[in-house]
Every structure is written in structure tokens, then in C-alpha cells.
């Protein structure tokens, strides 16, 4: 057997904010970041000793000014990427009940869309796959 390359593995919480209407929100990565202009569903990376619940009710307060109730998450599907340095690993959460209104704290673009029409979006890779999944599932 040889020798296998080892790469750390990445985990970042996303979630499906779903609204009455059954649209996902998703949000526009801003320039100067990684994947700038992808659009991509909100989330973050899960540090040191926090869980993923944890990481996206911090990440959705700090990026959408919302705040989520541990017991308002549902796990949905999850996302796995090789990426050149490092595996990412993403649970992928449903939400359908916040408080407060979503709105753009990063300087990043938001859009309310049917799950149909996440095909007409380009996403990360990691991202690219829960396109399908979630039409499926929502």
C-alpha cells in the first residue's frame, strides 16, 4: 500500500432558511474572499470546541442578524469536498423559524429563491451538489 497524503479535514455548518413561501435563502460571496461572487447558503466554519449547532446559530446572528433556537434546526443532508488543501466536510441544517429579519451584515448579497431555481446559481464545489439534494428534499 502507499503511502496516502494526509489533509486536515474542514467542517462548516451551512443552513436552508426556508420561508412561508418555501423559498432558500442564499447569499452572495462579496469580493475579496474565497469563491467571491458564488453564491452559497449561510453558514461558517465550526471552530475549536464548538458544535455545528453552535457554530450556525453564531454565524447566522453575526451574518444575517438572526437568532436561531437550537431545537429550530433540523438536520437535513450533508456536503463532502476534496479540496486542493483540505477535505470539507458540511452538515447541512433546515431552518423555518428565526427571529428577526434577514438582512446583509458582511456586505454580502441576499436572494429568496425557489429550490427549483438553485440550478440557475453557481456555487462553490463543496455547495454545488445540495443545488439538487435540497429541490429534492424541500
Excluded at 432558500?24 to 466554519?45: C, D, M, Y
Excluded at 452538515?91 to 431555481?117: K, S
Aim: charged share 30%; aromatic share 8%.
Amino acid at each position: 500500500m502507499g503511502e496516502r497524503e494526509t489533509r486536515s479535514i474542514v467542517i462548516v455548518a451551512a443552513c436552508a432558511l426556508v420561508n412561508e413561501a418555501r423559498d432558500v435563502l442564499i447569499a452572495k460571496r462579496p469580493p475579496g474572499r474565497s469563491f467571491a461572487g458564488l453564491w452559497e447558503f449561510p453558514g461558517g466554519k465550526v471552530e475549536q470546541g464548538e458544535g455545528p449547532e453552535e457554530a450556525l446559530i453564531r454565524e447566522l446572528k453575526e451574518e444575517l442578524g438572526i437568532e436561531i433556537a437550537t431545537v429550530d434546526l433540523s438536520p437535513l443532508t450533508f456536503a463532502s469536498h476534496a479540496y486542493p488543501d483540505f477535505n470539507l466536510l458540511m452538515p447541512v441544517y433546515l431552518c423555518a423559524r428565526w427571529r428577526g429579519i434577514p438582512a446583509a451584515q458582511e456586505g454580502q448579497e441576499l436572494l429568496w429563491v425557489r429550490p427549483e431555481d438553485l440550478v440557475r446559481y453557481d456555487m462553490p464545489p463543496a455547495d454545488e451538489p445540495l443545488k439538487v439534494a435540497l429541490r429534492d428534499l424541500l
